[in-house]
């Protein structure tokens, strides 16, 4: 079986302060930290032995997890898998780097997120530097907040051509077409984020080949659809994987909507859906032209909902 994991344990901690964040510098209790450490270890070891099976794992924790030991030794340990295919985290890029030389790179990747105000800029762009040079694939994000446009201009301008820079719109913000022009000449994809998809009743790979599991080993679709399917260690979630379509209204978020069959994100990131790496690189994109410009109404693709329609998930 061919199966992607969306893996989030209990941990909520990180040590950096985003105002557009709950949990910006939010503290784990030990028995907290311990339980995370726990839950991370006993699904690795599951993975580990799930040898009959091709797995994609994604890390999202609510905080940063690359602060913490035991992130990085299972990043590295599932990397190390022959049945993993890729194993990804999505950090702020505050840890070091030289654990990332154990691992196996052609199957460990990044996600990772500059946040302006909680690092200097100089700092972000050489952890960037490093990662380019060990040969680690990756991409840099940012929220599409004004007072981000020029950070985000100078990250573009400075990392090399063949990092991916994507663009998240920031939650609850109606984008202009001047404001969202700006941010899609740095992020050519910037049309699939600025709003919310139209998601109900519209066929989702999760509930058949991606799952979101937590620190107890509850599997759910994906980390928006509360419904459980069973539990990962009892085997009790396999007999549920069927095809399914989206009971929400609107998927607002790129970790759901990039595996909705009527969007052809897996073509634009393929061999990288989980890190966000699209297959081609930034200037293939622009050359495609920009999503935005082929209104989504017709076919298979949903019309994305008007900023008037805007539902907050
Ligand atoms: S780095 Fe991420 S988890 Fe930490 S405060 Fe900022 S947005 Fe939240
Ligand atoms: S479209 Fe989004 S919310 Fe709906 S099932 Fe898929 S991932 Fe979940």
New binding site residues.
């Given amino acids: 079986m061919d199966l992607t994991l969306l893996y989030r344990g209990p941990l909520e901690s990180c040590d950096y302060d985003c105002p557009y964040c709950p949990f910006a510098k939010r503290r784990d209790s030990p028995e907290r930290l311990r339980a995370d450490r726990a839950a991370l270890e006993r699904f690795t070891g599951w993975v580990a032995a799930q040898t009959g099976d091709e797995l994609s794992v994604l890390c999202t924790p609510w905080g940063e997890g690359l602060v913490r030991s035991w992130y990085r030794r299972a990043l590295v340990e599932l990397s190390r898998l022959p049945h993993v295919r890729r194993v990804a985290i999505q950090t702020n890029l505050s840890c070091r780097t030289d654990w990332l030389a154990a691992a196996d790179l052609d199957r460990l990747a990044l996600w990772c997120t500059y946040h302006p105000g909680q690092t200097p800029y100089d700092r972000f762009l050489a952890k960037c530097h490093q990662l380019t040079r060990m040969g680690v694939r990756y991409s840099v994000g940012i929220v599409g907040l004004p007072e981000h446009l020029e950070a985000a201009q100078r990250l573009r301008a400075e990392l090399p051509e063949r990092v991916y820079l994507w663009v998240n719109a920031a939650e609850g913000r109606s984008y202009a077409d001047p404001e969202a022009e700006r941010w899609t000449d740095l992020d050519p994809l910037f049309p699939y984020s600025r709003r919310p998809h139209r ?1 109900a009743g ?1 066929p ?1 790979r ?2 058949e080949s991606v799952l979101s599991v937590d620190g107890a080993g509850t599997v759910r ?2 980390h ?2 509360r419904t459980e399917l069973g539990n990962l260690y009892d085997g009790s979630y396999r007999r549920a994987l069927a095809p399914r379509a ?1 009971p ?1 209204a609107v ?1 607002d978020c790129h970790i ?2 990039v ?2 069959e009527t969007l052809p994100l897996y073509d634009v990131f393929a061999g990288g859906v989980l890190e966000r790496v699209p297959a081609a690189e930034v200037p293939a994109l622009r050359r495609a032209g920009s999503p935005g410009a082929t209104p989504r109404t017709t076919g298979p693709h949903a019309p994305p909902v008007t900023d008037s329609e805007r539902i907050e998930t």
């Fill in positions: 998601s519209l989702c999760t509930g679709r994906c928006f659809v989206c929400l998927c759901g909507y595996h909705l």
